[in-house]
């Protein structure tokens, strides 16, 4: 067997993590306004983020490559699984759950200025959709919440599929050999779009739903997994480093891709896009992933050093929960409306909230999520 490569930090790595979070926070920002008038402003704004969402298919991409390549080397340890779901716990758990707590508090005790500040005059709920999310199981449901709940907890589906990504691929490295690994995540994404197809023909899983369930978006995480795999292969990562030009040919042809979804079928929910346009832009981010390994020099290595993708990468995780509830209490508290981003005022609150949701994700990280990180990092594989 091949050497693993070298374990070091990648730097690249965050700088990809930022972009992801980036392209989430302009999508999600700019598509708060809600349906606008076409050839408006809001219109076009929206239309041009429309796959911003997708960010969160490169957040699987990465944390495929991550998560599988810290348990393909860690295989043989004693404490496999003790060892990496006590990092996973202090890494995910504290600040996911400080979140949940956060908005009962709020929804308790939140009273009539909460509801004057909403622009909805509805109280947050407090039920089982809410109580759910201590589960990770919130996946399984769709568009249960409106106003500042969804605000809150709409986004969090993806850390569900994480969740549950993590009780599976650990079982999975362990049990299978090197080369039967390969070969079951070939299978997954070989078949996925056909899955989803079978499903949503057969009426048993609905649009929307089909997006966000961990097996029928398997694919994206296990093309990360691939990744990792090939990565730890000394023959194919050699190839690969002399064979720049392959790699930007297939980008380039995957980008056609990925242009033709957003010209012509750029919905989430849309048939093509969920039958075969999850696994285009998924292969689409994991050529990106390798074109940024496997060419430091290059430009995409280049851009992913940048400082500023590095910091935002780096506190993407707080970034993500938070970006939202940010967004909207800014527009409340400032502008006393709902979020826009097609005039002035409005795109300038916008800017003010992704700075001051950086900046909490800035803070929790140094107070908060680092020392837990190292806590974490102090139980050994």
């Not at 599988?68 to 504290?94: E, Q």
């Not at 023959?235 to 480093?241: C, N």
Request: proline share 4%; hydrophobic share 55%; glycine share 6%.
């Amino acid at each position: 067997m091949e050497p693993p490569p070298n374990k070091s930090r990648i730097p690249e790595l965050d700088g990809i993590r930022g972009v992801a979070i980036l392209s989430v926070l302009c999508f999600h920002y700019i598509s708060m306004e809600g349906l606008a008038s076409p050839g408006s402003i809001a219109d076009r704004l929206q239309r041009l983020v429309i796959l911003g969402g997708t960010g969160v298919d490169l957040f699987f991409v990465l944390s495929g490559f991550l998560i599988g390549g810290i348990l393909l080397d860690a295989k043989d340890s004693p404490r496999f699984f003790a060892t990496f779901y006590t990092r996973r716990f202090f890494r995910i758990f504290p600040v996911y759950y400080l979140w949940i707590t956060a908005y009962i508090f709020v929804a308790l005790f939140g009273g009539k200025r909460l509801l004057a500040l909403s622009h909805s005059g509805i109280a947050p709920p407090l039920n089982f959709d809410v109580y759910s999310h201590y589960l990770f199981i919130q996946n399984f449901f769709l568009d249960r919440f409106h106003h500042l709940a969804g605000a809150w907890f709409d986004h969090t589906w993806s850390l569900a599929v994480e969740e549950q990504f993590y009780l599976v691929i650990p079982l999975l490295v362990w049990l299978f050999s090197r080369r039967a690994l390969k070969i079951f995540l070939i299978a997954i994404v070989v078949t996925q779009p056909l899955l989803r197809i079978l499903l949503l023909k057969m009426g048993w899983v609905g649009a929307g739903l089909i997006g966000q369930l961990s097996v029928t978006r398997a694919d994206v995480l296990a093309f990360g997994v691939l990744v990792a795999v090939y990565w730890r292969e000394e023959s194919v990562r050699t190839w690969l480093q002399h064979n720049p030009r392959a790699i930007l040919a297939a980008l380039a042809a995957l980008f056609v891709g990925f242009a033709a979804f957003w010209k012509w079928s750029p919905y989430m929910r849309a048939f093509a896009m969920e039958a075969a346009g999850y696994s285009t832009i998924a292969l689409f981010y994991t050529t990106l992933l390798v074109a940024a390994l496997c060419m430091p020099n290059g430009a995409i290595a280049k851009v992913a050093r940048w400082n500023v993708l590095r910091q935002l990468g780096a506190v993407s995780y707080c970034m993500y929960l938070i970006h939202l509830v940010v967004d909207v209490a800014c527009h409340a508290v400032i502008l006393h409306a709902t979020p826009k981003t097609s005039n002035l005022r409005g795109a300038a609150v916008t800017l003010f909230a992704a700075a001051l949701t950086f900046a909490i994700a800035k803070v929790s990280w140094v107070v908060f999520e680092r020392p837990l990180l190292r806590l974490g990092h102090t139980f050994r594989y």
